[in-house]
């Protein structure tokens, strides 16, 4: 299957600042838009934020816009979330995955593993 790999999760202040990567292979990012959710514990699974192929259409929640940042790093084979000015409610597994085509649009498939982020004094 299409391999997405978490990483960057970690224990935070609120405040604090973040970088979540999602590694993919060439052939994941050259095919498919990459979405950013996450799920707190007795939560539903939220969308966060999604980049497409080219990069040219970004969406984010509501809760996280002006604060988060997608990007792609295409020297690295990553999608990246800058999470700044943490907040408690950030708390979560995070989870990155593919769209099915090169926009963000569902269904959402091959999902990566997750990383925890924790906001909390």
């Known amino acids: 299957q299409l391999q997405l790999v978490e990483s960057g999760g970690g224990l935070v202040q609120p405040g604090g600042s973040l970088r979540l990567s999602c590694a993919a292979s060439r052939f994941t990012l050259d095919r498919h838009a990459i979405g950013w959710f996450r799920q707190a514990p007795g939560k539903e699974r939220e969308h966060v934020a999604c980049i497409s192929v080219s990069g040219g259409s970004i969406n984010y929640a509501d809760s996280v816009q002006g604060r988060f940042t997608i990007s792609k790093n295409n020297a690295k084979n990553t999608v990246d979330l800058q999470m700044n000015s943490l907040k408690p409610e950030d708390t979560g597994i995070y989870y990155c995955?593919?769209?099915?085509?090169?926009?963000?649009?569902?269904?959402?498939?091959?999902w990566g593993q997750g990383t925890q982020v924790t906001v909390s004094s």
């Open positions: 995955a593919t769209a099915s085509l090169r926009l963000c649009a569902p269904p959402w498939g091959s």
